[in-house]
C-alpha cells in the first residue's frame, strides 16, 4: 500500500510539474530572446541620428565602435548602396525597410533588428543588426537546469509527504493484521489498540470484540468438557468399589489399576480444558516403556477374545517428540480399534522399531481391512465415534511424524504411526505405574 501510495502521488506530482514548469520554461526562452532583441534595438536606434545627419566616414567610425562595444555585426547600407561595418549582402528584411517600414526578423544565424532612417537628403538608410543565436539563449540551459531541479525536489518531497501518510494508515492495518495471527496462534489475549482513519478504528475495535467473544466461548465450551469429564468421576468410584470386592487379588489390582489409569486420563482432560498453557520445554516420552505397558493391559482382553498377540518391541529407552498422555491415547486408540472393528480371534501384530530419524510402532491385524476415508475426523463406518485414528494423527503430528494407513498382506489393516525423535532440551517424564 505504500508504495502504491508514493506511485500515485509521485505520478500526480510529475504530470502537476510538467503542466507548471514546461510553460515557465518556454517563457524563460521568450524572454532571454525578447531581452537580446530589445537590447539590439536599442543600439540600433542609438545609431539613428548619425545615420540621418552624418557623412559616410562619421558613420563607419560610430558603427565600428557600435560593433565592438557590443560584439554584435553592425551593417549600416546608406541609398546609394555603400554598405558601411559588416560586410554582408542585402536580405529580404533590409530590402522591405530600404522603403521605410523597421521590422525585426529571423535569420539562419539568429535574429536581425532593421531600423529604417528617413530623413536623409540621397534617400532611406537601413541599419541591420543581427543577434546571434547564443544572445538569444543566454541563461535559458541555466534557468531551465534550476526548473529541472526544482521540480526532483518538489517529487521528493511529495513523495517522502506521501510515506509519512501511507505509514499513519498501513501501520494501523499492519497492527490489526498482528493480532490476527497471533489470535490464530491461539493467543486469546491479544487485543489491538485502536489508531488510524475512524475506520480502521472501528475495525480493531470489532477485532476485539471478537477475540473477547472467543475467549469467552472457549471458557464456556472448556467448563462444559471439565463438568462432562468430572461427571465421570461417581462410575470410577462404583468400578473400583466393585474391584475392591472381588475375590480373586490378581483380577482386583488388575481392575483397580485400570481404574486408577482411567481417573489419571480424566484428571489430565479436565485440567487440559480448563488451563490450557504453552509448555514451558519441548515434550518428550519413552516410546518403548508406553507402547509396553499399553499391550500389556491390552493382552488381557486379548486372551479373554481368542486372539493371538505378535510382539516386536525394540528395547527401550526410544525417546520421542510427543508428551506421555497424548502417545498413550494414541496407543490405546490403534489398539482399541483392533478389538473394536475385528471379529473375535482375529490375530494382531504390535511392532515397535528405531528407523531413520524416526521411531515407527506398527500395528497390523488379519481382519477386514480398513475402509477409504477413515482417518477421517469424525468419519466411521463402524458405528464409532471417529476420533481414535485422528487422536493417533495429531499425536504423530506433534512429535514430527504421521499417520499411515495400508493394506496388509494378508488382506487386514495396518497401521503405522511415524513419530520424530524427542528435540534437544525436552526431558522425558517418569510415567506413573
Known amino acids: 500500500m505504500r508504495a502504491r501510495l508514493a506511485l500515485l502521488v509521485g505520478a500526480v ?8 514548469l514546461v510553460p515557465l520554461a518556454l517563457l524563460v526562452r521568450t524572454v532571454a530572446e525578447d531581452r537580446a532583441t530589445v537590447r539590439a534595438t536599442a543600439d540600433a536606434q542609438s545609431l539613428v541620428p548619425v545615420v540621418g545627419t552624418a557623412d ?13 562595444e557590443s560584439g554584435r555585426p553592425v551593417s549600416v547600407f546608406l541609398p546609394d548602396g555603400t554598405v558601411l561595418g559588416a560586410q554582408i549582402p542585402r536580405t529580404p528584411a533590409v530590402a522591405l525597410a530600404a522603403r521605410g517600414q523597421s521590422l525585426t526578423g529571423e535569420s539562419a544565424a539568429g535574429r536581425e533588428v ?29 534557468a531551465w537546469l ?20 501511507a505509514r499513519t494508515l498501513v501501520r494501523p492495518i499492519s497492527d490489526l493484521s498482528a493480532v490476527s495471527h497471533r ?7 491479544a487485543r489491538v489498540t485502536p489508531a488510524g482513519p475512524a475506520e480502521l478504528r472501528e ?26 469429564s468430572h461427571q465421570l468421576r461417581t462410575p470410577l468410584t462404583a468400578l473400583r468399589l466393585e474391584a475392591e470386592s472381588l475375590r ?12 486408577d489409569g482411567l481417573e489419571r486420563a480424566v484428571t489430565g482432560l479436565i485440567r487440559q480444558a480448563r488451563w490450557r498453557h504453552t509448555p514451558a520445554q519441548p515434550a518428550s516420552s519413552d516410546a518403548a516403556a508406553i507402547v509396553a505397558d499399553r499391550v500389556a493391559f491390552w493382552s488381557v482382553l486379548a486372551e479373554d477374545t481368542g486372539r493371538a498377540v505378535t510382539l516386536d518391541l525394540t528395547p527401550g529407552p526410544l525417546p520421542v517428540g510427543v508428551a506421555a498422555d497424548p502417545l498413550t491415547a494414541a496407543v490405546d486408540a490403534l489398539l482399541g480399534n483392533v478389538f473394536a472393528h475385528t471379529p473375535d480371534g482375529t490375530p494382531f501384530t504390535v511392532r515397535l522399531a528405531r528407523e531413520v530419524g524416526e521411531v515407527v510402532l506398527t500395528v497390523a491385524d488379519d481382519g ?12 466411521s463406518a463402524a458405528g464409532s465415534t471417529g476420533l481414535g485414528l485422528d487422536i493417533a494423527r495429531r499425536a504423530a503430528q506433534a512429535a514430527g511424524g504421521r499417520l499411515e494407513l495400508r493394506a496388509g498382506p494378508g488382506g487386514g489393516a495396518q497401521v503405522l504411526l511415524r513419530l520424530g525423535p524427542a528435540r534437544p532440551g525436552s526431558a522425558t517424564p517418569l510415567r506413573d505405574a
Open 13 to 20: 506530482s510529475v504530470l502537476t510539474l510538467i503542466a507548471f
Open 114 to 142: 532593421v531600423i529604417a532612417v528617413q530623413g536623409r537628403a540621397d534617400g532611406t538608410g537601413v541599419i541591420r543588426i543581427a543577434v546571434p543565436q547564443h544572445e538569444l539563449t543566454a541563461g535559458v540551459t541555466r
Open 146 to 165: 534550476v526548473l529541472a531541479l526544482l521540480g526532483v525536489i518538489l517529487v521528493l518531497i511529495g513523495l517522502l509527504v506521501a510515506d509519512r501518510l
Open 203 to 228: 475495525v480493531a475495535g470489532a477485532l476485539n470484540h471478537l477475540a473477547g467473544r472467543i475467549q469467552v466461548l472457549l471458557m464456556q465450551e472448556r467448563e462444559q468438557v471439565a463438568d462432562l
Open 248 to 259: 480373586d487379588p490378581d483380577d482386583a489390582a488388575r481392575i483397580t489399576a485400570a481404574a
Open 183 to 189: 489470535l490464530a496462534n491461539a493467543e486469546l489475549d
Open 368 to 379: 477386514p481391512g480398513m475402509p477409504a476415508g477413515a482417518i477421517r475426523r469424525g468419519a
Open 56 to 68: 559616410a566616414a562619421t558613420i563607419r567610425l560610430t558603427v565600428e565602435q557600435l560593433a565592438a
